[in-house]
């Protein structure tokens, strides 16, 4: 859209103050750990654009909270990387650059927020090259130590950490299948034909650059095959987070113009592993009570 159409959307510029009172009405407060996700121009003209919104979430969560994205890495290389002609292998594994946290730009197409908040002064980057996320705050550290290697969504990683301290997850005119956190739940459940995939990638190791293996669940094609449970043209993690909606998890406001919603991280994730492992597995009921 362009400028006057983006303004008439929101009523006019979209400040930060505008956010900030939006985000505390929806439920955003002090000492938060909030991890969000958000389509810039469903909040219509925001007047100074990524800076004026990661301003105005730090205004709501203060001192005492933090900020989480997901960053991933823009020039990570294809899983399909090993299956490439072996002369293309060694002129990528000669020359490609290793991944650096603080200098690999996050991937493009997760939307400018995220590149932003990683370039924020204080902010911190995990060290994982396809499945990375950076944080800024009080708990930005603790979030992104370490991150595990190998199972990079399961137990240990960031996503686990943010369900386990209590935070949040933000969608900010987003849309529900971009709910990353679901890929924790993936991670955890148990259901016949969970995909994994093995790919390699260039890091560095005490300042020196070094190529390592690493398994994941698919978070690509998907972890599991839902074409049983999810309509045809469907995206499965928007029908997760749609029956997680119906099941009266998480809050819905608006934020400038766009559609919000907020979740309890680890609530959220509760519903996802059942979800899947009644939907896919003969799991319980997703009450999103239990557990």
């Known amino acids: 859209m362009d400028e006057m159409s983006l303004l008439r959307l929101s009523g006019g510029p979209v400040t930060r103050s505008r956010i900030a009172r939006d985000l505390a009405a929806l439920g955003v407060g002090e ?105 800024l705050g009080a708990a930005a550290d603790a979030l992104m130590a370490e991150h595990p290697w190998d199972d990079p969504h399961g137990p240990g990683s960031p996503l686990a950490r943010l369900a386990e301290c209590g935070g949040r997850v933000l969608l900010l005119g987003a849309p529900l299948d971009s709910m990353t956190l679901l890929h924790h739940a993936e991670a955890l459940a148990e259901a016949p034909g969970k995909r994994f995939v093995e790919y390699e990638q260039p890091v560095l190791e005490n300042g020196r650059r070094v190529w390592r293996r690493f398994r994941d669940i698919d978070s690509d094609e998907g972890a599991f095959d839902y074409s049983g ?59 999103g009570r239990r557990g």
Request: with cysteine.
């Open 31 to 135: 000492g938060d750990v909030v991890m969000f996700h958000t389509r810039l121009s469903a909040l219509g003209y925001v007047t100074g654009g990524p800076q004026t919104v990661i301003g105005a979430l730090l205004d709501v969560v203060g001192s005492r909270g933090t900020l989480m994205v997901t960053t991933g890495w823009n020039d990570a290389l294809p899983y399909e990387f090993l299956s490439w002609p072996q002369q293309w292998q060694d002129a990528v594994r000669a020359e490609h650059p290793a991944f650096d946290p603080a200098r690999s730009e996050a991937c493009h197409d997760y939307g400018r927020l995220p590149e932003a908040l990683r370039c924020w002064p204080g902010a911190v980057r995990s060290r994982h090259p396809d499945a990375s996320f950076a944080a």
């Open 229 to 287: 449970a999810v309509p045809a043209g469907r995206w499965p993690f928007e029908v997760i987070v749609q029956d997680m909606l119906a099941a009266g998890l998480g809050r819905r406001g608006t934020v400038g113009a766009a559609e919000s919603y907020l979740f309890e991280a680890a609530p959220a994730v509760r519903f996802g592993v059942r979800w899947i492992e009644e939907k896919l597995g003969g799991g319980r009921a997703p009450d």
